[in-house]
């Protein structure tokens, strides 16, 4: 039969007896099931407790299913939710949000008043350009007949088993973020918008997992391992998402701010999160060149992302910012002579000299203990001098290195970098020396913090606070 996944083709054929449900509402067993788990709701819409029977539980598992491929097709418009509902003909089948704050819940409401034509002042104000633009699109009947509910995996709109199979296999693997297996044009829109794009092949394939949701950002690896916190390690501001990662994070929006001095990256409005497809739909609507840019941006912030929670973290802003413009000279040269290549190289190799970045083969000194019966505090500070924002993070450990507390926070507006690292230490001796006789012996890699006066300022906090 070609069904090599049992444990999914039972969820295809759960999804066909809750499709019975929808099909056939006064039926007994509708009726029954209805009176007793959504007595005041829409089967497709309602969100149901997890406490519940276990034949109410597969059909739940097989109702998931059939909600990822169910679309209305549209008649006068009045039974479909604008924002809940599937009703759009490609990727997700939903719109991506409201680009305007609006009360709008219906489609009938998107059409002239008393026409079979949709109102697209409306629409273009309401909703994201490519959603309008499928909106749009989309071919009214000329009766004004009921909405109907079909299944997309079919042209027939007919639901199969094997369609909800192919489509559950689907859901399994990595998806398309926004182009699901019944839309052919998911494939082609990732190939011409990833696989074809003018960057080393380690990038495109970096690109395909960002486009499909497969970093193992935190939200991933809490939902799939059960362990650790979906929070961002590096700012622990909020869910460490693929968009996070790449575009919120204090990383990322530093080396972009430093990027901006360089490229003509589009405004911060414009590189904002639309829907799932946020990859997909940024890279569509750039040039070439910007398209190159963003991809060597956001794989390069990746890389200060895992320095920094699994390295050494000695990746610095400015070093990145110089591999990957040196990374896009180099690519916008390639298809012209040897020597503008290598004019290319010279003048990346002078740009790092110019900014005093001279790459060694010699290791960088590591981390060292604190004596016996000693405890070290490690202090650092992120700061972003365009808008001057700070962040702090500090990190107690004992003489055998072995990790006792730490602490971080937002230390809000700084006017130099020895500002925020002194803010940075003064936060960390009052989060975590809790004990008046603690020895402390206290580091940073600001070397004006700890031998200038602001040092001794910061011992003289310590046992004052301890005096009082």
């Given amino acids: 039969?070609?069904?090599?996944?049992?444990?999914?083709?039972?969820?295809?054929?759960?999804?066909?007896?809750?499709?019975?449900?929808?099909?056939?509402?006064?039926?007994?067993?509708?009726?029954?099931?209805?009176?007793?788990?959504?007595?005041?709701?829409?089967?497709?819409?309602?969100?149901?407790?997890?406490?519940?029977?276990?034949?109410?539980?597969?059909?739940?598992?097989?109702?998931?299913?059939?909600?990822?491929?169910?679309?209305?097709?549209?008649?006068?418009?009045?039974?479909?939710?604008?924002?809940?509902?599937?009703?759009?003909?490609?990727?997700?089948?939903?719109?991506?949000?409201?680009?305007?704050?609006?009360?709008?819940?219906?489609?009938?409401?998107?059409?002239?008043p008393g026409q079979r034509e949709w109102n697209a002042q409306l629409i273009n104000h309401i909703f994201y350009p490519h959603d309008a633009e499928t909106i749009l699109n989309l071919k009214l009947p000329a009766s004004d007949g009921e909405d109907v509910i079909a299944w997309q995996g079919e042209k027939?709109?007919?639901?199969?088993?094997?369609?909800?199979?192919?489509?559950?296999?689907?859901?399994?693997?990595?998806?398309?973020t926004g182009e699901s297996s019944g839309s052919p044009q998911g494939d082609?829109?990732?190939?011409?918008?990833?696989?074809?794009?003018?960057?080393?092949?380690?990038?495109?394939?970096?690109?395909?997992?960002?486009?499909?949701?497969?970093?193992?950002?935190?939200?991933?690896?809490?939902?799939?391992?059960?362990?650790?916190?979906?929070?961002?390690?590096?700012?622990?501001?909020?869910?460490?998402?693929?968009?996070?990662?790449?575009?919120?994070?204090?990383?990322?929006?530093?080396?972009?701010?430093?990027?901006?001095?360089?490229?003509?990256?589009?405004?911060?409005?414009?590189?904002?999160?639309?829907?799932?497809?946020?990859?997909?739909v940024m890279l569509d609507s750039v040039d070439a060149l910007t398209h190159q840019r963003l991809l060597l941006l956001w794989w390069r912030v990746w890389h200060l992302r895992n320095d920094s929670i699994f390295g050494t973290s000695m990746a610095t802003i400015e070093e990145s910012a110089q591999c990957i413009r040196s990374y896009s000279l180099a690519l916008e040269n390639m298809k012209g002579p040897e020597s503008g290549i290598w004019s290319c190289l010279q003048r990346a190799v002078h740009d790092n000299r110019q900014n005093g970045m001279h790459m060694s083969s010699e290791p960088r000194a590591g981390w060292t203990p604190a004596a016996a019966d000693w405890l070290k505090l490690n202090c650092d500070a992120s700061f972003i001098p365009q808008t001057g924002e700070s962040w702090w993070g500090s990190i107690l450990r004992s003489s055998t290195g072995t990790i006792i507390a730490s602490a971080w926070g937002i230390s809000g507006q700084c006017v130099s970098v020895?500002?925020?690292?002194?803010?940075?230490?003064?936060?960390?001796?009052?989060?975590?020396?809790?004990?008046?006789?603690?020895?402390?012996?206290?580091?940073?890699?600001?070397?004006?913090?700890?031998?200038?006066?602001?040092?001794?300022?910061?011992?003289?906090?310590?046992?004052?606070?301890?005096?009082?």
């Fill in 1 to 112: 039969m070609g069904f090599k996944d049992m444990a999914i083709f039972n969820q295809a054929l759960l999804a066909k007896q809750a499709l019975r449900l929808v099909e056939k509402p006064d039926s007994l067993c509708a009726r029954f099931i209805k009176a007793k788990y959504y007595p005041n709701g829409n089967l497709l819409d309602t969100a149901f407790i997890r406490s519940s029977s276990p034949v109410w539980q597969g059909i739940k598992h097989g109702l998931e299913l059939l909600k990822s491929g169910y679309i209305w097709r549209l008649g006068n418009g009045k039974s479909v939710d604008i924002w809940r509902h599937n009703w759009l003909p490609r990727g997700n089948l939903r719109v991506s949000g409201k680009a305007a704050p609006t009360r709008i819940r219906r489609v009938s409401d998107l059409l002239m």
């Fill in 156 to 176: 027939s709109g007919n639901f199969t088993v094997r369609s909800a199979y192919r489509l559950a296999l689907d859901m399994t693997m990595p998806s398309t």
């Fill in 188 to 280: 082609r829109k990732l190939n011409d918008v990833i696989w074809k794009a003018n960057v080393p092949p380690k990038v495109r394939v970096f690109g395909w997992k960002l486009a499909t949701n497969s970093l193992a950002v935190q939200v991933l690896r809490s939902w799939r391992i059960g362990k650790g916190r979906p929070t961002c390690s590096i700012c622990g501001r909020e869910e460490e998402t693929n968009f996070h990662a790449v575009m919120n994070c204090t990383k990322a929006r530093a080396l972009r701010l430093r990027m901006r001095s360089d490229w003509k990256l589009p405004e911060e409005g414009a590189l904002r999160q639309e829907g799932d497809d946020w990859v997909l």
């Fill in 418 to 468: 020895v500002e925020a690292e002194a803010i940075a230490a003064r936060c960390g001796i009052e989060a975590l020396c809790e004990d008046a006789g603690m020895k402390l012996h206290l580091e940073s890699d600001c070397i004006d913090l700890i031998s200038g006066p602001i040092g001794h300022l910061l011992c003289y906090l310590r046992y004052q606070r301890f005096a009082s």
